[in-house]
């Protein structure tokens, strides 16, 4: 890549629990590795740093002209809707030379779904399993009606790749939690459950998750999607997308 390419800034929550940030910088790592030369940052919204107005002011001190934001989150809810958009502002307003344009959310994709796939196999799973297997498509949670419709319709996605029953789940904000999913599975006569955590990073909502799925005895848990090569490319993608985007608008109003 060439270093005249926008630097990519990769905008995540933060947690309390350190494992959050050590599996988002081995995220954004792994996006390093896939495409070598392209400057990648971290930084974070809350609990963590670098936060994010201190990365845009080193960046603008070093003389960068431009940066993608790209939220590290899987549905377009509240922290996209609100919390990015409101620090980018005040970075732009303070930093008028540096360029900083917000790209897409991750989610959905169908690289998550193949990410949220392989950390099933992982867990144990294998492809011949899916026609006797129930999964509980177990997310974060929020009280956007945009996500958890966006959850809603990638359960039904996965049900048609030969689960013999998908239901969604949420941690928090919304019902039903893992633990009910995992249980109506049952009542409806399914005798293996896996429960997949559609949630990037460990931290309090994944460990209430994992809790629900061994209340109510789920078969298999997989793991978070964490540094999926497939997370990593889905980065790259998003990022891509948001200079095409601008590159079409510059040639419009050229």
Request: glycine fraction near 6%; include cysteine.
């Amino acid at each position: 890549m060439s270093s005249s390419s926008p630097v990519l800034l990769v905008i995540a929550h933060g947690s309390r629990d350190p494992r959050h940030a050590a599996t988002v910088h081995a995220l954004t790592s792994r996006v390093r590795s896939q495409r070598p030369g392209l400057r990648v940052e971290t930084a974070f919204l809350d609990f963590n740093a670098p936060s994010v107005p201190r990365v845009l002011e080193r960046l603008a001190a070093e003389g960068a002209p431009e940066v993608v934001a790209l939220p590290l989150l899987l549905t377009r809810a509240f922290h996209a809707k609100s919390d990015i958009p409101a620090v980018l502002r005040e970075a732009r307003a303070a930093l008028p030379r540096l360029r900083v344009r917000q790209a897409e959310v991750l989610g959905p994709s169908p690289l998550l779904n193949a990410a949220l796939e392989r950390r099933l196999y992982e867990a144990g799973v294998r492809p011949g399993d899916r026609s006797s297997t129930g999964l509980v498509l177990a997310s974060a949670g929020s009280s956007d009606p945009e996500a958890i419709a966006v959850i809603a319709e990638i359960a039904r996605e996965l049900r048609h790749t030969g689960w013999c029953s998908v239901r969604p789940a949420f941690a928090s904000a919304s019902l039903p939690r893992t633990e009910e999913a995992v249980r109506a599975l049952r009542a409806e006569g399914v005798r293996r459950v896996a429960v997949a955590p559609y949630v990037i990073a460990p931290g309090r909502l994944p460990d209430r998750i994992a809790a629900g799925a061994a209340e109510a005895g789920a078969d298999v848990l997989a793991g978070v999607l964490g540094p999926a090569p497939e997370l990593a490319r889905l980065l790259l993608d998003r990022y891509d997308e948001a200079n095409a985007t601008a590159a079409r608008r510059v040639a419009v109003s050229a």
